[in-house]
Each structure stands twice: as C-alpha cells, then as structure tokens.
C-alpha cells in the first residue's frame, strides 16, 4: 500500500498582466500553470482544488463565513521516493572512467619561455614608401 504525504496551497487570486494574454481567463490559467508547475518541480502531484468555509471574525464580536480556494498536492512519503531513487540509480550504468589524477608537485613546473614573436612577424612596409 502507497502511503502520500499532502501539501495545502492558497489558490492564487488575482493575476498578472502578461502582454501576449489578453483575457482575464487566460491570465489567471497561466498563474495557476505557474503554481501547479513550481511544485511538480519539487515533486509534487497536483490533485484537485477545493473550495472550503472558513470562519473568520468580522469585528469584535461577530464571525463571517468565507469561502477559500485551496490547491493540493501530493507526493510519496520520502521512505518510499528514496526507495525509488536507489532503484533508478542501481539500474544507471556507473561512469566510466572514476580514477584520481594525483597532483602534481609544484617543483615539477617549469615554465619554458615564451617564443619571440618578431622572427615570424611578416615585412611590413614602413610608411615612407614611394608611390608612383
């Protein structure tokens, strides 16, 4: 049996001017995309979005219902997504190559001296040349 841990987010209520989305619906879907795709990133599922009564105070004395809008996610819990992983990793074929280059002792550098460049250097005429 697969156990899942839950994570409750607060739907996003209002959405941002975006210039190539024109209507308030395509808008507030990208916000959403957004949201649902930052947690999928994380490993989260995304499951369904709830609309739920909430009692909030409205003074001093009296309280009001509201109604929020929550979306949630799921995910397995870690024993088993860390299960999953080593599996995945058993199956990966190990790197090829895994031995150490030693270092190297710093009296072995020896730089050798740069080449003198003016010996290749091509004839270029100085500018007292005559035209004719």
Known sequence: ???YEYKVVPAPRKA???RRLKTPEARFAH??????NEHAADGWEFQRVETLPVDERQGLTSTQTVF?????FRRPHDTQRTQTQE???AEAPES???TEIPDADPEDD???P?????DTAPDVPSGDTERS
């Open 110 to 112: 020896i730089t050798s």
């Open 114 to 118: 740069a080449p003198d460049d003016s």
């Open 68 to 72: 929020r809008d929550l979306l949630i």
């Open 87 to 89: 599996s995945v990793h």
């Open 31 to 36: 916000v959403l995309q957004e949201v649902i």
């Open 16 to 18: 941002r001017k975006i």
């Open 96 to 98: 090829a190559d895994t």
């Open 1 to 3: 049996m697969t156990g």
